[in-house]
């Protein structure tokens, strides 16, 4: 709620009807961006020398924007937006705090949304699977794909090899066919021989 009641381009677009920018959703964004800033510099560093940097950099910065929240907060009406905001950032405050305490977690949710874009993308489109039975293959293959992707395999070059062997696998090897049986350089060099 910040970045919108911050939004300079977008109410620049909306002209005369577009609602006022907000000072303190602004001086919010300004001190979020300080720490996208660390983010964006340990990006790519092992665990520990994320939340390293995270304990000597990041943790003055938030304590800082939630003092600063705080004071800001209890000087606006409930009603007003940028409270709105507010409250619903301090009520969630350990959560959103949680990153510091932990290299392994990321100041945004963006790669989780971004690993589930193609199912909420598609999910109207497979409302009508045809039948029950449809959509359970459908479920059955957006499993399999998905567990392709968790074993760093390339889910297309998986599904083809799988779909060329699987007739003339016995169904006692058929777990070999699974994504984490599956040896992926192994069929690659096969297929490219051929």
């Known amino acids: 709620k910040f970045f919108e009641l911050a939004d300079i381009a977008r109410s620049a677009r909306r002209g005369k009807t ?14 979020i961006d300080v720490l996208f800033d660390i983010e964006r510099e340990v990006n790519g560093r092992s ?16 304590a800082d924007l939630e003092n600063w929240m705080r004071t800001e907060r209890a000087r606006l009406s409930r009603h007003a937006p940028v409270a709105k905001a507010m409250d619903y950032m301090l009520t969630r405050w350990e959560g959103f705090a949680r990153f510091t305490t932990d290299g392994r977690i990321c100041l945004t949710n963006n ?35 998905a567990t ?3 074993n760093d395999i390339d889910p297309q070059a998986w599904l ?6 699987i007739a003339d696998t016995p169904q006692s ?15 690659r060099n096969e297929r490219a021989a051929a």
Not at 18 to 31: C, T
Request: aromatic share 6%; glycine share 6%.
């Open 111 to 145: 790669a989780a949304e971004r690993a589930i874009r193609g199912l909420a993308l598609g999910r109207k489109s497979w409302l009508f699977a045809g039948s029950d039975r449809g959509a359970d293959r459908c479920a059955f293959m957006l499993t399999l794909i």
């Open 47 to 62: 665990v520990e020398e994320r939340l390293t940097v995270r304990q000597e950099r990041s943790v003055a910065v938030l």
């Open 148 to 150: 392709a992707k968790l």
């Open 18 to 31: 577009a609602a006022p920018i907000s000072p303190l959703a602004l001086e919010a964004v300004k001190r």
């Open 160 to 165: 083809a090899d799988v779909r060329d062997r």
């Open 173 to 187: 090897r058929l777990g070999e066919l699974l994504p984490w049986n599956w040896p992926a350089k192994d069929h």
